[in-house]
């Protein structure tokens, strides 16, 4: 056994909808602490559209930070932020934090449970299935600079091994069956819509005005 980085859609794809997949660290046997990670992974941009991505860590540990690097090699992967022809690279840091009586901190060990890395959203845009892959040498030189990999904090720049790190791709498959749930623009003109057709209805005016102000609410929100 080893630690394991993997994707894990979240719930059913549903084909116009959207699709948030996580980006997991698990641990395995043995030493288990870490100071960052990178992810290099592929998609079909036929079929699936990459909106972005949530702040790393989910809570866990709420100083990491995880980005698209856009610069120089990376340029190759991430050609925009996010990318959309089908392939990039997003790099973690770790929670940037100081040894106590020499000890790692527990922010920079995988916990029992495993934890997020982050949580990407795809836009479905097939009912055909497809896969969110994690690869180990992106760029197919044996370099690092596009690997998927992470980094021990207990020494400076030493990577887990291949043997040490199990990486697990997503497949996904649309549910042609269901429909997308309405975006909030469309929720928000529906409540636009039914106010308009209550007028003169005192009752459900004012049903309807709450449903509305709970639109626009959502809508602004988010």
Do not use: C
């Amino acid at each position: 056994m080893a630690h394991k980085m993997s994707f894990v859609p979240r719930g059913t794809a549903i084909p116009g909808g959207v699709l948030e997949v996580e980006l997991r660290l698990d641990p395995g046997p043995g030493h288990r602490s870490w100071a960052a990670a990178q992810a290099g992974f592929r998609w079909d941009p036929t079929k699936l559209g990459l909106r972005g991505q949530t702040a790393p860590g989910a809570g866990w540990a709420p100083r990491m930070r995880g980005f698209f690097p856009g610069v120089g090699f990376y340029q190759a992967y991430n050609e925009t932020v996010p990318p959309a022809d089908g392939d990039g690279v997003y790099t973690i840091w770790g929670p940037l934090v100081g040894r106590v009586n020499g000890q790692i901190p527990q922010e920079q060990m995988i916990p029992d449970g495993g934890f997020i890395l982050s949580v990407f959203a795809f836009d479905v845009l097939s009912s055909e299935p497809s896969e969110v892959e994690l690869v180990r040498d992106l760029d197919g030189t044996g370099v690092a600079l596009a690997d998927t990999i992470v980094y021990r904090a207990d020494v400076a720049g030493m990577p887990y091994t291949a043997a040490e790190l199990d990486l697990v791709s997503a497949t996904v498959t649309p549910d042609a069956s269901q429909t997308p749930p309405p975006t909030k623009k469309e929720q928000l003109m529906q409540a636009l819509s039914d106010a308009s057709m209550a007028h003169g209805k005192p009752g459900e005016q004012l049903l309807l005005l709450v449903k509305l102000q709970a639109a626009v609410n959502e809508f602004i929100g988010g």
